[in-house]
């Protein structure tokens, strides 16, 4: 009976053993959602628009750091380790802190040219591709060109339907949820952008000239029929000197453009100074959406700034 007994706990362990053995074997997809890792708080917004229950997103900048300059903190390189798909803005909009995380995650999926690495900047248009060599003297330029992209609702259309195509890639057997998440999102969208089209473009000649802080405007000033005028910084990256400031409020004198916009965190002051000197309005535009915050409710908080 004892014997009978020690032989039937065996048997126990050993089918035991034997099934989670094989829980360990199956593809994990089995059991999870996709993991997704985005650089940028819209590149998150995008995975979730798309990806809905069927993916788990993980946002790595907030949306009030500078995409230039992100801490790479410890627990980026964690998330990234187990991550299926890694969404980034590329054109070295994040070259000074994304490229030491993807090689601390040890995880070669989410290398370039890995099968879970998109760079969503292929998506896109390029606008400000340098046509002559580069050097540090012109200050921070990109050499793939301006890397603003994700400030326009029409590019960030387009990355989401390159992220749609890759998640169904990933997980072809969600594909059918994701196109029509994606379509949901493109119709929600158009009317946004038309919206958004008609209302700038009712505005008088003069008033769709505009100052920008840094050169990062120039999708959202395409999409909205919008003219940069001028930037407050004399190269990018570089602070405006005095002299820069006078030369600058002496031109708006004379093209009276109504906006001065900037990111939330760049310096004020000069912008302040040049508002006062000139009578154009200081827009602090929220650029990137805080955290679960839906795509079009973002685009239409930005676009109540003006
Ligand atoms: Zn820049």
Redesign the pocket.
Known sequence: MKELNIRAVCRAICVGTAFLLMLLCLPSSAFAELRVVASLPTLGAVVREIGGPDVTVETMALPTQDP?FVDPRPDYILKLSRADLLVYNGME?EIGWLPPVQKGARNSKVLEGGTGALDASKFIEPRNVPKTKIDRSLG?I?ALGN??YLYSLPCVLRVSKGVADKLSELDPEHADAYRARYDAFKKKADQTIETARKRFASLPESQRSIVAY???MVYLFDWLGLDQMATVEPK??ISPSPSHVSTLVAQMRVSKPSWIVQEVWQPRSASKKIADLTGSKLVVLPVFPDKDEDLIAFFERMLAAF
């Open positions: 230039h909009l921070d990109h890397p603003h840094h050169d990062s990018p990256g």
